[in-house]
C-alpha cells in the first residue's frame, strides 16, 4: 500500500453556519464518496479527518455535538479517523506516523475548506516529502468577506459587496496556485474515480 486518500474536514460543523449556503460544491459528500470507492478499489487507504476547538463553544467545539463525518459519507470501520486541532491535518495528529507504518508516499487530498485545511494539508505533505494530489472538484469553500469589511456582517451583506471573493473563485485559485508552484498534481474525481464516478 504506497497510496492513501485523505478526506479532510467534511463534518456538520460547516452545515450549522448560514455561510454554507454560500459553497460552490452542495453535492460534495457525492464526489468524496466517489472517490473513496476508488481508493478502495485500488487498495488504497482511506484516511478520515475531522477539526475540533475544544472550549470554544462554536460548531467546532465537540461538546456541541457536531464535529462528526457528514453522515451521506461512507465511513467504514477500521479505517483511520483522526481529530485535529490545527489547520493543517499532520501538525496535531499521528497521520505522518501511520502513514509511515503502512509504507505510504502518495497522498490524495480533498475536503474542507479548499483553500484553508484541504490546501495547507497539501502543502505540508509536500514538505514532508510525500507525492500530493489535490481533486479539485471534491473539495468544497465558502464566499469571503474582504478583510476591511465589519466582522458582523450577514451573509447576504458579504455577498453584495463587490470585494468579496465567490467560493468558485477561491477553489479555481487554490488549485492554480498549488499546482503552478509545484506543491501538487490538480485532478478530478472523474480522472481518478473513471468509472466509478456516481455509481
Not at 464518496?33 to 477539526?51: F, I, K, Q, T
Not at 463525518?69 to 506516523?97: C, W, Y
Not at 500530493?132 to 468577506?145: H, K, L, N
Request: hydrophobic fraction near 40%.
Amino acid at each position: 500500500m504506497s497510496r492513501a486518500l485523505i478526506v479532510i474536514d467534511v463534518q456538520e460543523s460547516f452545515r450549522q453556519r448560514e455561510v454554507w449556503r454560500t459553497t460552490n460544491n452542495p453535492d460534495l459528500t457525492d464526489d468524496v464518496n466517489a472517490l473513496v470507492r476508488a481508493a478502495r478499489a485500488d487498495g488504497d487507504l482511506v484516511v478520515w479527518v475531522l477539526h475540533a476547538e475544544p472550549g470554544t463553544g462554536g460548531v467546532f467545539d465537540p461538546v456541541n455535538g457536531h464535529v462528526h463525518l457528514m453522515p451521506e459519507l461512507d465511513h467504514r470501520d477500521g479505517e483511520p479517523l483522526l481529530v485535529k486541532t490545527s489547520i493543517n491535518a499532520f501538525t496535531t495528529t499521528n497521520l505522518a506516523q501511520l502513514l509511515t507504518q503502512r509504507g505510504v508516499r502518495e497522498l490524495r487530498v480533498c475536503g474542507i475548506r479548499a483553500e484553508q485545511c484541504v490546501e495547507t494539508t497539501t502543502r505540508v505533505g509536500t514538505d514532508l516529502g510525500y507525492d500530493m494530489t489535490y481533486v479539485v472538484d471534491a473539495t468544497a469553500s465558502f464566499a469571503t468577506a474582504h478583510p476591511d469589511a465589519p466582522a458582523d456582517r450577514t451573509v447576504d451583506e458579504v455577498l453584495a459587496d463587490p470585494r468579496t471573493k465567490r467560493a468558485d473563485e477561491i477553489v479555481a485559485h487554490t488549485a492554480f496556485i498549488l499546482a503552478a508552484r509545484g506543491f501538487a498534481k490538480v485532478a478530478t474525481v472523474a480522472e481518478l474515480a473513471g468509472t466509478l464516478t456516481g455509481s
